[in-house]
């Protein structure tokens, strides 16, 4: 194995571990990562969804285990998430490489600044117990396409959107981790192009 190889898989192993505690996906680090060392972006874009993918199921897996997964809240994100991810996807074909990584820097600062700055702490006592259909599916809407148009897995969108609604962090975080994987898978390829 030569030593890139092991660079990126140590940086995947480690970025994922981190990232799912919060359940996102670690793309939204390992893209940049990826292409500032030289891969191109057409190839950390698939290399960054399939980690997310990977890391998401063993979350998954772990939530579905000690029963902390709302399927029921997370499925309006899922079904429109996993409608809205291709779609993003085609349309990564046809906007020029250059305005694709304006959205990428959009997106990146959007969730860095929502973790940064955004406080949920007014709902501590009063988190929403509903289950609605119309926010989250409006969130999966947004978070399907950006993970299709970007290759990261729409949990920086989704995260944030959801909490920003009155839902619990907790909660947020395992439906998260639970539709990552779904709407990741459902893009098709990659664009081929070069960047």
Known sequence: MDSMTLIIVLLSFG???IFALGGVGSAVVLIPTL???GIPFNLARPTG???????????????????????RLGLPIIISSIIMAPVGAWAGHLIPSHFLLMVFIAFLFFSGTMILFFKGSKYADQYREDRPVVGPLLVGVLAGFISGLLG????GVISPLMVLQGFNPKKVTSVTAFSVPLSGQAQGPAPTRQF
């Open 15 to 17: 970025l994922s571990f």
């Open 152 to 155: 990261v897995g729409g949990g």
């Open 49 to 71: 969804l399939f980690v997310n993918c990977v890391s998401m199921l063993g979350a998954t897996y772990s939530n579905i285990k000690e029963k902390r997964l709302d399927i």
């Open 35 to 37: 292409s500032w060392l």
